[in-house]
């Protein structure tokens, strides 16, 4: 068990966490990195990029399992108990939402592919506006929870939770955008079905970001507030 008396076990350890979290920030900017890859393959019809955007994807395969690693390492070597178990935890689930986003990307790119790499004519532009706009508020939400995982600040997690709930609404609203294109033209319901996907998966970005939000304020609190409304969670944190 990690002994609190041995300062130089303690400094040892918090550098551990310290390695632990960076690697974490690098996973947060390369999935980052590949949703803004994967959608300019789409914005500039470019199905060669959303392959190699694909291809590279393997480095944040690699960086998942590198940090999957460290922590059963540091749990082994150190044992730790109460917050820096909790931390160490934490980390893992964070990691686990972050993979998740970069496979939502991975179907962003995949679109591409099927749109642009065939003899098939391709959508409308506007059909995909939605998916553009929405995908650059899934980007900002990742960076603020990813900010407030540095900071372990409570503010900005509520932040991006209620900004997923916006995002579920302009995914809605999208739903709908789309399906007037299709009153217009049939011809577009193929289409329509595609990029409501590739909307889903968007909004399921800013879930996962939402997941990581979550994620701080059980390690800032010890609070668990998966499956809570925003309501409950800020009456949580203003009796604690």
Same mark, same amino acid.
């Given at each position: 068990?990690?002994?609190t008396?041995?300062?130089?076990t303690?400094?040892?350890?918090?550098?551990?966490?310290e390695?632990?979290?960076?690697?974490?920030?690098?996973?947060a900017r390369?999935?980052?990195?590949?949703i803004e890859?994967?959608v300019?393959?789409?914005?500039d019809?470019?199905?060669?990029d959303?392959?190699?955007?694909?291809n590279?994807?393997r480095?944040i395969?690699?960086?998942?399992?590198q940090?999957?690693?460290?922590?059963?390492?540091?749990?082994?070597?150190r044992?730790?108990?109460?917050?820096?178990?909790?931390e160490i935890?934490?980390v893992?689930?964070?990691?686990?939402?972050?993979?998740?986003?970069?496979?939502?990307?991975?179907?962003i790119?995949?679109?591409?592919i099927h749109?642009?790499?065939?003899?098939l004519?391709?959508?409308n532009?506007?059909?995909?506006?939605d998916i553009? $706009?929405?995908? =650059?508020f899934?980007? *900002?939400?990742?960076?603020?929870?990813? @900010?407030?995982f540095? +900071?372990?600040s !409570?503010d900005?997690?509520?932040d991006?939770? $209620?900004?997923d =709930?916006?995002?579920? *609404?302009d995914?809605?609203?999208?739903? @709908?955008?789309i399906? +007037?294109?299709? !009153?217009e033209?049939?011809?577009?319901?193929g289409?329509m079905?595609?990029?409501?996907?590739?909307?889903r998966?968007?909004?399921?970005?800013g879930?996962?970001?939402?997941?990581i939000?979550?994620?701080?304020?059980?390690?800032a609190?010890g609070?668990?507030?998966r499956h809570?409304s925003?309501e409950?969670?800020?009456?949580?944190?203003?009796s604690?």
């Amino acid at each position: 068990m990690r002994q609190t008396t041995e300062g130089h076990t303690v400094h040892s350890f918090d550098k551990e966490l310290e390695e632990l979290h960076t690697l974490v920030g690098a996973m947060a900017r390369l999935v980052d990195r590949q949703i803004e890859r994967a959608v300019k393959s789409l914005e500039d019809e470019e199905p060669g990029d959303a392959r190699a955007m694909i291809n590279d994807d393997r480095e944040i395969n690699k960086l998942d399992v590198q940090i999957d690693d460290e922590i059963i390492r540091l749990i082994a070597k150190r044992q730790p108990v109460a917050k820096d178990l909790r931390e160490i935890l934490t980390v893992g689930k964070i990691v686990t939402d972050l993979e998740r986003i970069g496979d939502q990307a991975r179907r962003i790119a995949r679109l591409t592919i099927h749109f642009y790499d065939h003899d098939l004519p391709p959508p409308n532009y506007h059909l995909l506006q939605d998916i553009f $706009r929405m995908s =650059a508020f899934a980007r *900002d939400m990742l960076e603020r929870t990813m @900010r407030a995982f540095e +900071t372990l600040s !409570l503010d900005q997690s509520i932040d991006v939770i $209620r900004l997923d =709930a916006t995002l579920e *609404d302009d995914y809605k609203s999208a739903l @709908r955008r789309i399906s +007037t294109f299709v !009153l217009e033209d049939a011809r577009n319901v193929g289409h329509m079905i595609d990029v409501a996907l590739a909307l889903r998966a968007v909004e399921r970005m800013g879930g996962h970001a939402k997941n990581i939000a979550g994620y701080v304020i059980f390690l800032a609190t010890g609070r668990d507030v998966r499956h809570e409304s925003l309501e409950s969670i800020l009456a949580q944190l203003k009796s604690a």
